[in-house]
């Protein structure tokens, strides 16, 4: 008996029209849709008249519920995870049990589709090849603004926030990167009322506030890229000691890398040291 294949399928962010007809195939095709909350789920299964078992698969019962999942696709039965927006394993749940399913020789197979921070990106302006994704940051302001300044990079930033953060963030990204420093701030992106808006940090909050809407939804900030700097050691200690306050080591060596371009092998040392 063949394994069957997890897919991992990217769904619509807000507009449900957005739904690839490869992504609605394959929900319609597979033994079990393994979703962040079942009842997000649904609504889009509902529209498109798709009667897919569903489970959770949230950031509690991951781990506990990749092995039972492994188990169905090693009996020959294919499940698709999806997340509530957009690709899955960004800033949501599934890398587990897409790094087991890998361990355990199954087959994995994307679906590529809608995604909130190349969405976001695209309608930004600002020009380059090259962004840094460093989805939500913590939540407490303190290791916020710690986060932050290891964030300063020659090309655009990419974060994710929840309203009730958004008027603190981008108070932060002004302290951070000045006023002058142009974002784009983007709110419930593809659905009924989404607002798009580049402006100045300056501006930003006066934006904000000019509404009571404008602080409810799903954000998404992209940050105008800073000024080139030459790598340096001194540099990557203080990203990394910024950094290590809110990653663990290895995810911290692997930013920090990117953002100073020195190597990552390099940096994990350094990071497992300082974490010691």
């Known amino acids: 008996m063949s394994a069957g294949t997890l897919f991992i399928v990217a769904t619509p962010i807000g507009n449900l029209a957005d739904a690839s007809a490869r992504s609605i195939e394959i929900l319609r095709a597979v033994s079990l849709v393994a979703c962040e909350d079942t009842?997000?789920?649904?609504?889009?299964?509902?529209?498109?008249?798709?009667?897919?078992?569903?489970?959770a698969l949230h950031e509690h019962n991951e781990r506990a519920l990749a092995a039972k999942l492994v188990g169905a696709l090693q009996e020959g039965q294919s499940v698709a995870l999806v997340s509530d927006a957009g690709t899955p394993g960004i800033s949501d749940p599934g890398a587990w049990l897409v790094a087991e399913a890998h361990r355990a020789g199954i087959r994995v197979s994307p679906i590529p589709g809608p995604n909130a921070a190349v969405t976001a990106f695209s309608a930004a302006g600002f020009s380059g090849s090259t962004f840094l994704f460093a989805g939500f940051l913590p939540a407490a302001r303190a290791a916020r603004r710690k986060a932050l300044e290891a964030l300063d990079v020659p090309w655009p930033l990419v974060l994710y926030e929840a309203p009730h953060r958004i008027a603190e963030t981008l108070e932060d990204l002004a302290a951070q990167f000045g006023q002058a420093r142009e974002v784009c701030i983007a709110r419930e992106l593809t659905k009924k009322f989404e607002e798009i808006a580049r402006l100045p940090l300056a501006q930003a909050a006066a934006w904000l506030a000019s509404g009571a809407h404008r602080q409810q939804g799903e954000f998404v900030i992209v940050v105008g890229p800073g000024e080139a700097r030459a790598a340096h050691t001194q540099d990557a200690d203080r990203v990394l000691k910024a950094l290590l306050q809110a990653l663990p080591p290895s995810e911290a060596a692997k930013l920090a890398a990117r953002i100073t371009g020195l190597p990552k092998s390099v940096l994990y040392r350094k990071a497992l040291a300082r974490s010691k």
């Open 39 to 55: 009842r997000t789920t649904r609504t889009l299964l509902a529209h498109y008249a798709i009667q897919a078992k569903t489970i």
